[in-house]
């Protein structure tokens, strides 16, 4: 009994041993396969990451996917899909349009935060219009794209051949009408264009031509998959920040929710990832539809020793026609029956550049179950625009015992990759404006154009990746680079406000210098930005006065002067503002000053008072009324007058009169002008909600009704040992 007790209790702990699974899955590059339970210094550069110490990411043998065994990555119902092939999940909360201040349309995604562990710290993410693909609420029919497809929640299907986003829903123009359709009331929309060629490219845009700098992908928990530059990882704790080419946020993820972790070089592109130009299916006994980086069931690519995060499920008989990047060089991947059959199936394969009619570049023989993956490449591509995928049936000439017609037939392609001429890889520096939107409308020399660069920089500050505008180092001692942009300059935008930080990166500074057709401009307070004074803590801003160019053209520039030694690497500039402001707001949409048909100095006033007691005093037009010129931040009036601050001015009312008129704001002194108030026959009647108007303030134009019946108005303003204007004052008939 004591010999059967040990022998049971020998074969338990060799089956619970047997059972124990490691938490970690690491494959190198040959697809070879580790496993472990410490996973240390993932993001590590000098280290490098280790399994149970032993380093698993060298020169000769190079990391490719990590997966994390101990959690599961669910299909979330609620997402949004990006060009790239990254999902956010999440609902559309609303829509927001360019904007002033550089914001690029984007919409406002509320994140599926219910993942378990947690795997998105963000409650809301900010996507750019441009990157969105597809766009699922409360679950998706079909797994592919089919540009134009509109499904509502109440069962409608339309076919869009545009869309127009507005700030809570869709207008989509169809063959017949335009239908508009609320956020909460779609259920699926694919959107009629997208460029995932492009997209999938500009993911290795931070390489910077370094053809050896990583990509990486993820998947969480929660079902995200979000795709960035491996050197824009920050870690704090067990948080990752990392932002996706698509997000105009940085991106919190919590490292207990990743499952997958896939790093490729940038020159390496997934075909996974890229466009299908064609699918060509025969139906055999069963019918599984092709899925993207899933096997056919929906769930993990795997076969044998090989799982992949990347990659394509089919089921025979299926031709996958994928458009290729310029450039494109060599393809490899790896191909095997999933081990979600076991050991059934039977197929054959064959790959063809261009077209079906061109000899296949590679055939597989007959691929059974149970086994590892076949190794495919490098196989020469270069030339080719196209490359087609073929999963046959094995029935014919099947060896013994192999599954006949279809059955079973579930085959992958484990991270296809296609590597391209590094010389194709997106620079970010064509296209600044892109990754710095605040200089979306200027534009820079093309004789200097190559030598500005713009790089990714961690801001230690707002803890958020951010994007930096360089010089070339060793154009030391050459021309300053000049942002350029001409501007008819108005009331509602002569004012120019620049705002920057210097990266941290390096050690010599800069000074930025405004231009007005050629001559510097004087900022309104102490100089001009200077990165020696600021910080991502401290931003550098000052403001320039455009009143002179009201009415005309200016060719404006900001010039970044390099400051200190030509000897030390430059400073990067992090631009916060680079735009323009109203000097007075509340402008007709014309952007033209009201003109009164009376103008108020050419009337006489019942009664001036301040504190009280009653003053007389001389209102000249143009002018205040110690009899310098009526001016508001630098801009000369000769209509309307300013008077001390703490004065009110009554007048009698003209039946014909029906509106009131001025330009408001403080014009001289130190203490400001305001609160601004107007009164009929003794009692308010209008307030304005600015409590006081400083040098720094935005001018107002006013338009104040004046109903029937009244016979006295007064105009009072607050304040103390200051003027206060009244431009361009006086009352107005219908």
């Known amino acids: 009994m004591r010999w059967l007790l040990t022998c049971g209790c020998s074969i338990l702990l060799c089956i619970s041993t047997a059972l124990a699974k490691d938490r970690y899955e690491v494959w190198q590059r040959d697809g070879v396969r580790r496993s472990g339970n410490a996973l240390d210094n993932l993001h590590d550069t000098k280290q490098g990451p280790t399994l149970d110490g032993q380093p698993v990411d060298t020169p000769e043998r190079p990391l490719r996917s990590i997966r994390d065994t101990s959690v599961r990555s669910a299909s979330p119902a609620s997402f949004v899909e990006l060009n790239n092939g990254d999902v956010l999940p999440g609902r559309i909360e609303k829509f927001e349009p360019a904007s002033s201040d550089g914001s690029r349309p984007h919409f406002v995604v509320r994140v599926d935060t219910g993942a378990s562990p947690a795997d998105l710290l963000n409650e809301t993410v900010e996507v750019r219009e441009s990157a969105v693909k597809r766009i699922v609420s409360g679950g998706a029919s079909r797994s592919d794209f089919e540009p134009g497809r509109v499904r509502l929640h109440d069962g409608r299907l339309l076919l869009a051949r545009s869309v127009r986003f507005e700030v809570d829903g869709v207008r989509c123009l169809t063959d017949d009408e335009v239908v508009t359709v609320a956020f909460d009331d779609l259920r699926e929309l694919h959107l009629p264009r997208s460029d995932s060629l492009t997209a999938v490219l500009e993911d290795a845009a931070w390489s910077q031509g370094n053809v050896k700098a990583h990509v990486v992908r993820i998947r969480t928990t929660g079902g995200a998959q979000l795709t960035f530059a491996r050197s824009m990882v920050q870690r704090s704790g067990g948080t990752w920040s990392v932002r996706p080419n698509w997000s105009l946020n940085t991106l919190q993820v919590a490292a207990i929710g990743i499952v ?65 990047p310029a450039g494109a060089t060599e393809f490899t991947t790896f191909v095997g029956i999933d081990d979600v059959v076991g050991r059934g199936g039977c197929v054959t394969c064959r790959i063809h550049r261009d077209d079906m009619q061109s000899p296949p570049v590679w055939t597989s023989g007959f691929v059974l179950g149970g086994g590892d ?51 194709q890889l997106p620079n970010p520096s064509e296209n600044f404006a892109r990754w710095l939107p605040t200089l979306e409308s200027w534009r820079i020399a093309d004789s200097l154009r190559d030598r500005v660069s713009i790089r990714p920089v961690w801001d230690t500050h707002r803890k958020v990746w951010t994007y930096s505008f360089l010089d070339a180092p060793e154009n030391a001692g050459g021309t300053a680079i000049e942002l350029v942009r001409t501007l008819r300059i108005g ?244």
Not at 298 to 307: E, I, K, M, Y
Not at 718 to 734: D, H, I, N, P, Q
């Open 491 to 734: 009331y509602q935008n002569a004012r120019l406000v620049v705002a920057a930080v210097p990266d941290g990166i390096g050690s010599r500074g800069y000074r930025i210098e405004l231009r007005a057709d050629g001559k510097p401009i004087a900022s309104t307070l102490n100089g001009d930005v200077d990165s020696r004074g600021s910080s991502f803590q401290r931003a550098e801003e000052r403001e320039y006065n455009l009143g002179e160019f009201i009415g005309r053209e200016a060719r404006l520039s900001a010039v970044i002067i390099r400051e200190g030694d030509r000897n030390v690497a430059p400073v990067g500039v992090v631009w916060r503002r680079l735009d323009t402001l109203p000097l007075i707001d509340n402008l007709p949409s014309d952007g033209r000053l009201l003109e009164p048909d009376v103008v108020l100095t050419s009337l006489f006033p019942e009664r001036v008072l301040s504190g009280g007691r009653e003053l007389k005093l001389t209102l000249t037009a143009g002018q205040l009324t110690d009899g310098t010129p009526l001016a508001i931040r630098g801009v000369r009036f000769a209509q309307g007058m300013g008077v001390p601050t703490g004065t009110e001015i009554t007048y009698r009312l003209d039946p014909t009169w029906t509106r009131f008129v001025a330009v408001i704001g403080l014009a001289s002194g130190s203490q400001g002008a305001g609160p601004y108030e107007i009164l009929l026959d003794g009692q308010s009647h209008w307030k304005d909600a600015a409590a006081k108007y400083d040098r720094n303030s935005t001018a107002r134009q006013i338009d104040v009704a004046i109903p029937a019946g009244h016979e006295r108005i007064t105009l009072r303003v607050g304040g103390r040992e200051s003027f206060a204007a009244w431009a361009l004052a006086g009352f107005c008939k219908e």
């Open 373 to 423: 993956p076949l190794r495919v490449g490098p196989l020469n591509v270069a030339g080719a625009k196209r490359l087609i995928l073929v999963t046959d049936f094995g029935h014919d000439g099947r060896p013994a015992g192999a599954d006949p017609f279809d059955i079973r037939d579930h085959l992958d392609w484990l991270l296809p990759l296609v590597r391209i001429d590094g010389r």
């Open 260 to 324: 997958w972790f896939t790093v490729r070089d940038a020159d390496e592109v997934p075909l996974s990832l890229l466009p299908v130009a064609a699918v060509r299916t025969k139906t055999g006994v069963h019918h599984w539809p092709w899925r993207r980086n899933e096997n056919v069931r929906g769930g993990d690519l795997q076969c044998g020793t090989l799982a992949a995060d990347l990659g394509v499920g089919t089921h025979s008989y299926c031709e996958l026609e994928f458009d290729l």
